[in-house]
Structure formats: structure tokens, C-alpha cells
């Protein structure tokens, strides 16, 4: 299924820290296949209460360093103000421009403790801090944040963010393009002119996408389920299945005006190029 019109819609590229050095040297060829969609940049997740923040500088240190630009997830969860100073000078002196900013989900057995209650906070602080030297990215929740009391004071949250300094968004990922779709509309309506830039997740394994979406409240419309859960251990039927329903997702959503697509590559290349290829944004 590839897109009739040639239309090139920017793309960005998520991975996360790899554990050990025969994941790291993966993920080095998985970027090097994937650099080929020349992304606009690569972002780096960052670990529960800044568990692999290690991880996370040293593998934005190297995709800088093979000449792509890459933005540095950065939590505020159990951080102070002093320890996000430093990372702030330490991403700027590596040359890192830009900054997904979050409030990031507390480990287990942890307090709430911190200087930061809020993504918003952090947000204001790093703007305070750094002028316009970071661009900052914030999350957005089409299908509402998990722990939001309603949809409303969740808008309210992002608006909340924007109005702190960001300068665009990323979504959860999401399988209903009616979700995004009408929460740009709500975002209109409130006056917010900042990108909303979804957030796409290639199904390739039915289990993992349940876990993750039970994890962080992503739906997975009744239909996609059921499909899913009737092919059983048919990898190859789950995996033309998913790529079918994300390229009808991709393409809705660039129909529909969405400014790009970040994939959330899971440190695999071969899912986000099969679906960049049926939307004609090949290598």
C-alpha cells in the first residue's frame, strides 16, 4: 500500500539506552539502517528516577557524534534543582539542542520527592535557566494521561506546559486517529499553535503491545485485539497485520495535517522502515 502523492512529511526517530555492549553495538547498526530516513533527529528515553541517565548521555553522545541531530529525554521525577543544572551544562557542552522534557514515572517503592511536582515546572525552570538554548519537547496524551482526574484538567496539564516554554509535543502512541485528531482540535480551541507530533508504535509482537499498552494506557481498539489475538503465534500474520493497520494510521494522519511522524523505534529498524517504505518515505 504506498501513498499516491510524494508528499515528504518530516520524521524523528525514538531508541532507548542499551543495557549492555552487545546491545549497544546493535543499536549502532540499527541507527546506521535507519539514518537512511533521514530523520530530523533521534531521541534517547531516559530510565525511572533517572535510573539510566548514563545510558541515556552516552547514547545521545553517539548519534551526535555520526552526525545526526539528537534529543536528550530528560525526567524531573526525585531531581533538584542543582542536579538539573548539571545535566543541562552537560547537554550543552555536548551539543545537544534539543530536550524532550517529563515528569517521568516514579520507580517503585519511591516517594514523591523532588523539586519538580510537574513536567510544567521543569519546563519553566530549564527556559529560566537556558533562554532558548534548548528546543523543548513535551508528551501530549490524545487518549488522556493514565493518571489524569479528567480529560479536561489532562488538557489543561499540556496547555499548562506550553504556556511553561515548550515548543512542541510528542503523543503516546495511539491506534484511533480520531483520538489525535480531536485533541488538536481541543488544542486549537485554546489558542495553542505549538506542533502536536504523534507519537507512532509498530505492532510486530501482540503480547508486548498489550503489556505496554496496559502499562501506560494506550487503547487498542476492540478490533485490532481480536485480530491480533486470533493469529496466536503466527508472527509473520501479526506482523503484516500490524504494519497494514499502522500504514492506514500514518497516512490518515498525514491526510489529515499532522506536521510529522515519531516513531518509536523499539532499537529495531526493520518495522519503521517496512512502514516508511508503504508511505513512500523510503530510504
Known amino acids: 500500500m504506498t501513498m499516491s502523492t510524494n508528499q515528504r512529511i518530516p520524521l524523528s526517530l525514538e531508541f532507548f539506552p542499551p543495557k549492555t555492549p552487545e546491545g549497544a553495538e546493535k ?3 540499527v541507527r546506521q539502517q535507519l539514518y537512511g530516513l533521514k ?3 533521534c531521541s534517547v528515553t531516559f530510565g525511572a528516577g533517572g535510573s539510566t541517565q548514563e545510558g541515556t548521555f552516552n547514547t545521545v553522545r553517539d548519534i551526535l557524534s555520526e552526525g545526526v541531530s539528537a534529543a536528550s529525554h530528560f525526567s524531573c521525577v526525585g531531581a533538584t534543582k542543582s542536579t538539573v543544572r548539571e545535566q543541562l551544562a552537560t547537554l550543552k557542552t555536548m551539543g545537544v539542542k534539543r530536550l524532550v522534557a517529563l515528569r517521568g514515572d516514579l520507580p517503585s517503592g519511591y516517594g514523591a520527592g523532588g523539586e519538580f511536582h510537574y513536567a510544567s515546572d521543569l519546563v519553566a525552570f530549564i527556559r529560566a535557566e537556558t533562554g532558548d538554548d534548548f528546543h523543548i519537547e513535551v508528551a501530549a496524551y490524545p487518549e488522556v494521561h493514565p493518571q489524569a482526574k479528567s480529560p479536561a484538567s489532562d488538557l489543561l496539564a499540556f496547555a499548562t506546559k506550553v504556556k511553561a516554554g515548550a515548543n512542541s509535543a510528542i503523543t503516546q502512541y495511539f491506534y484511533n486517529s480520531d483520538a ?3 485533541f488538536q482540535e ?3 480551541a485554546l489558542g495553542i499553535t505549538v506542533p502536536v507530533v504523534p507519537g507512532i508504535m509498530p505492532i510486530t509482537s501482540s503480547t508486548q503491545l498489550m503489556r505496554f499498552s496496559d502499562a501506560c494506557g494506550a487503547e487498542i481498539p476492540r478490533w485490532i485485539r481480536l485480530r ?3 493469529y496466536g503465534d503466527d508472527v509473520a500474520s501479526i506482523k503484516a497485520f500490524g504494519l497494514e493497520v499502522v500504514t492506514d494510521l500514518c497516512e ?10 515519531h516513531f518509536y523505534t523499539m532499537n529495531q529498524s526493520a518495522p519503521t522502515l517496512a512502514l516508511c517504505e508503504n508511505l513512500g518515505l523510503g530510504a
Open 39 to 41: 530523520p530530523e533527529f
Open 252 to 261: 490518515q494522519l498525514r491526510a489529515g495535517g499532522a506536521p510529522a511522524l
Open 228 to 230: 491480533l489475538q486470533s
Open 186 to 188: 481541543e488544542v486549537d
Open 27 to 29: 543499536l549502532r547498526t
Open 180 to 182: 489525535y485528531f480531536r
